[in-house]
């Protein structure tokens, strides 16, 4: 599901591919962690969308929270954040069947747009982010505290 053009995108293209590669490791590192706490479920990152001028491209500079979702609470937590209901019966079997190994299902929201990413056989596993942010925590702390 592609986006409308919005001030994020600009002349720019497709904002979200590298708002996922700019941060990659704290996706990777929730994901990670939500699966050895809870099993398989999905990363929601709400992405602060109030940008204080028209033309700037910098993602790096957005804000974001993430979050973990475990499979038994996908339909609720959705259902309570207004996302329709066949969005919800497509990523219902995604999760049950996705490697959490090798593969992260994202749900990337930008007040009003909502993108599912499937994020596939990725080159730096869950883990390998997990392990990453950990040795790292100084660096990546202040962003992955409530």
């Not at 904002?15 to 590669?21: C, G, Y």
């Not at 969308?49 to 979050?67: C, E, G, M």
């Not at 994020?119 to 100084?138: A, F, R």
């Amino acid at each position: 599901m592609r986006p409308e053009n919005s001030v994020w995108q600009g002349n720019f293209g497709y904002w979200q591919n590298s708002f996922i590669h700019t941060n990659l490791l704290v996706i990777g590192y929730t994901a990670w962690k939500g699966f050895m706490s809870f099993g398989r479920g999905m990363v929601i990152c709400d992405v602060d969308t109030q940008i204080s001028h028209p033309t700037i491209t910098s993602l790096d500079k957005a804000t974001f929270r993430l979050q973990f979702i475990p499979a038994n609470l996908i339909g609720f937590d959705l259902r309570s954040q207004s996302i329709h209901e066949s969005m919800i019966s497509s990523i219902s079997p995604a999760v049950s069947t996705y490697n959490p190994h090798q593969d992260i299902i994202l749900i990337l929201k930008a007040h009003p747009q909502i993108e599912v990413n499937f994020l596939h056989k990725l080159k730096i596993t869950p883990s390998d982010c997990y392990k990453q942010v950990c040795n790292l925590w100084e660096e990546f702390q202040p962003s992955l505290m409530p």
